[in-house]
């Protein structure tokens, strides 16, 4: 269930900060959020998949240890990522 070569450079050109990006927290932090959304939708109708489970976990965990970081190097990158994604209130 891994994303498509596509999807995954189409994240990439939307969140990349210059030219040869390909591996800044904004970008890591949206193919995971990608990621965590595809999983979750496999939840529904899979609910007793518990490694994969495990997996979603270890990937909220990451997702939250690079906002974390992001928020303690450039809030304003971290206020506009988190904006754009949605995944704060």
């Not at 800044?24 to 999983?39: D, F, G, K, Y």
């Not at 990451?62 to 995944?87: C, F, M, N, V, W």
């Amino acid at each position: 269930m891994a994303l498509a070569n596509e999807a995954k450079s189409a994240i990439i050109t939307k969140y990349k900060t210059h030219k040869s990006d390909c591996g800044s927290p904004e970008v890591q932090v949206a193919i995971l959020s990608t990621r965590i959304l595809q999983l979750t939708e496999h939840f529904k109708a899979h609910k007793k998949d518990f490694g994969s489970r495990r997996g979603l976990l270890t990937m909220v965990a990451r997702r939250r240890r690079l906002l974390d970081y992001l928020k303690s190097r450039s809030p304003e990158r971290y206020q506009t990522l988190i904006a754009s994604l949605g995944i704060r209130r």
